[in-house]
């Protein structure tokens, strides 16, 4: 059994910065490749970036440049930065396994830019 929190999200204007936290607990070693996702109404979950044990990383096109992802393996926390935030990055950020394990979703955390 897996447990993913994540925390962090919030409301800010275009431009600012946000920094995620997904914790996780629980029996974590089928987590290697973990992966922050991104859902907005009415459409699909998105994956926005991803990170390999090792610390290799992949992102979406949309957030090159702008999101970093991290992870601290010994607090078993994978972290997305979020700097020079667009209205566009609205939506519920989840973190999961990459690929995604259906029973590892979390709440989310909303996030919200104003424009």
């Known amino acids: 059994q897996v447990q993913l929190v994540e925390s962090g999200g919030g409301l800010v204007q275009a431009g600012g910065s946000l920094r995620l936290s997904c914790a996780a607990s629980?029996?974590?070693?089928?987590?290697?490749?973990m992966g922050w996702y991104r859902q907005v109404p009415g459409k699909q979950r998105d994956l926005v970036a991803r990170i390999g044990s090792g610390g290799v990383t992949i992102y979406a096109d949309s957030v090159k440049g702008r999101f970093t992802i991290s992870r601290d393996n010994a607090k078993n926390t994978v972290y997305l930065q979020m700097n020079s935030l667009k209205p566009e990055d609205t939506g519920v950020y989840y973190c999961?396994?990459?690929?995604?394990?259906?029973?590892?979703w979390g709440q989310g955390t909303q996030v919200t830019v104003s424009s």
């Open positions: 629980g029996n974590i070693f089928s987590l290697n490749i």
């Open positions: 999961n396994r990459n690929p995604p394990y259906g029973s590892y």
